[in-house]
């Protein structure tokens, strides 16, 4: 594993010094206050879950401010910036059942066993960077989009994780990632690192062949807690009539350290946690129309179980992601979705997109003895349902308004205490960016 990160890491210095035929980032930089940019993001935000089988409903409402601003770099060879990013937020009324990580709590419980929410709160921090060519060094908090490591962004407000990026795009079509973070701060927490991020260090790269065929892989070794792997292609398929036909091939490897938070795992043997999931879809267009089919499946002693050691709470680039992310132990999956663009009815900004998806052969194991299986064939299934709105112009151009919900019933073998549990979800969220400059 060592000498994949020092491969990696030599891979990026060395294409940081390639004389390229395409325009080089940071000779066509403006200046320090010329490229800035700044903007701040309000959204109004609320989350409830109704559970059945007598587990306890949640519900949340809050405003928040998510506010952006970033120098440009400064002139010359080497370029120099700094940035900050942050939210400040509130709450909407009294929150008494917001255990669904959208709202930090206090410790302390009230005598119905309710968590006080807090009433208002802020976090965020800084960046500094340096950019040589087309090579870019961060560090400071950042909001993540690696498959490896994704900052959870369906919340109110985004989860930080502190550390230091290198992206390079040396080479044409090519894109080379390494970095290492120290510090994980979930949606719902106010201490910076309240996940105990001890430290994670990502690879990867990514490479367009051309128009129609990408790839791309990752890895992150996560310090007494996990080493995953992803892959991922994709070849896009031009038919008549402007319609296209994509298909997607995406996996993770995973190996669980002893040290690592599991769920699903079916062994009480702590050294020995693997697993592997992968999907394959396949995605239609044509005009306002995109139908989707996808299968997934997982194998191995554990579930794909993330989010519990400080790996990113959205770190799943998988098709079969909605409420559920469909992987349970050995867990088979399949999804039909549809969605339609509004625009095809002269209403633009308008898209509704549907999906159901099942899942079965599921191994449940005795919480009190994992290598005892109380099933292998547990299932799950949710239908679900999403409306947004874009305004297309005017004052309010960019407002979105988002409508989501998941109906969403699993087997009784695997209920709560072993993954989400019978749920009605809804989700809501307001949209109104502002540039500031």
């Known amino acids: ?37 700044g903007s701040v993001l309000f959204r109004t935000g609320y989350l409830t879950r109704d ?59 009230n005598a119905d066993d309710t968590k006080d929410a ?10 500094v960077k340096a950019r040589i060519s087309n090579t870019e060094v961060r560090y400071g908090t950042h909001v993540l989009d690696l498959p490896v490591l994704a900052s959870n962004t369906t ?7 502190e550390g230091v990026l290198a992206t390079s795009r040396e080479i044409n079509g090519l894109e080379l990632t390494v970095g290492k973070f120290t510090k994980n701060q979930m949606s719902d927490q106010i201490s910076t690192d309240e996940n105990e991020l001890d430290r994670a260090v990502v690879w990867g790269a990514k ?8 790839a791309s892989y990752f890895g992150i070794d996560s310090k007494n807690a996990l080493e995953r792997h992803y892959v991922n292609a994709n ?55 995109n139908v989707m089919l996808a299968y997934q499946q997982n194998s191995g002693n554990v579930g794909y179980d993330y989010g519990q050691n400080a790996d ?32 095809g009815l002269n209403v633009p900004g308008l898209s509704w997109t549907t999906a159901y998806v099942y899942g079965w052969d599921i191994d449940v194991a005795d919480l009190s003895n994992r ?27 960019d407002a979105s308004l988002r409508l989501r919900h998941s109906y969403y019933r699993a087997s009784d073998e695997y209920q709560a205490g072993n993954y989400i549990g019978d749920t009605n979800e809804w989700r809501v969220w307001l949209d109104i960016p502002v540039k500031l400059f």
């Not at 919340?155 to 994780?161: A, G, H, S």
């Not at 490479?207 to 990408?214: G, M, Q, S, T």
């Open 1 to 37: 594993m060592q000498n994949t990160k020092k491969l990696a890491l030599a891979v990026l210095v060395q294409t940081a010094l390639i004389s390229t035929a395409f325009a080089s980032e940071q000779s066509e930089s403006k200046g320090f206050v010329e490229d800035a940019e």
């Open 51 to 109: 559970k059945k089988n007598g587990a306890a409903d949640t519900s949340s409402a809050a405003q928040t401010a998510m506010v952006k601003i970033e120098s440009g770099y400064t002139q010359g060879t080497v370029g120099f910036g700094v940035g900050i990013i942050g939210d400040t937020s509130f709450k909407l009324g009294k929150n008494g059942h917001t255990d669904n990580q959208m709202i930090p709590t206090h410790p302390q419980n």
């Open 118 to 127: 807090y009433d208002y709160w802020t976090r965020g921090g800084g960046i």
């Open 155 to 161: 919340r109110l407000v985004p989860e930080y994780f």
């Open 207 to 214: 490479y367009k062949f051309n128009d129609k065929v990408n």
């Open 235 to 289: 070849y896009k398929q031009a038919l008549a009539n402007n319609s296209s036909l994509t298909y997607d091939f995406s996996g993770y490897h995973t190996e669980f350290d002893e040290e690592a938070e599991t769920y699903s795992q079916t062994t009480d043997d702590l050294s020995d946690r693997k697993n592997d999931i992968w999907a394959i879809s396949g995605t239609y267009n044509t005009g306002y129309h």
């Open 312 to 343: 990113g709470f959205q770190s799943i680039y998988l098709p079969n992601s909605y409420l559920s992310d469909f992987i349970g132990n050995d867990e088979k999956s399949v999804q039909l979705q549809y969605t339609y663009d509004f625009a």
């Open 371 to 397: 290598s005892q299986l109380i099933v292998d064939n547990a299932t799950e299934r949710e239908f679900f349902n999403q409306v947004k709105y874009t305004v297309q112009s005017g004052f309010a151009k």
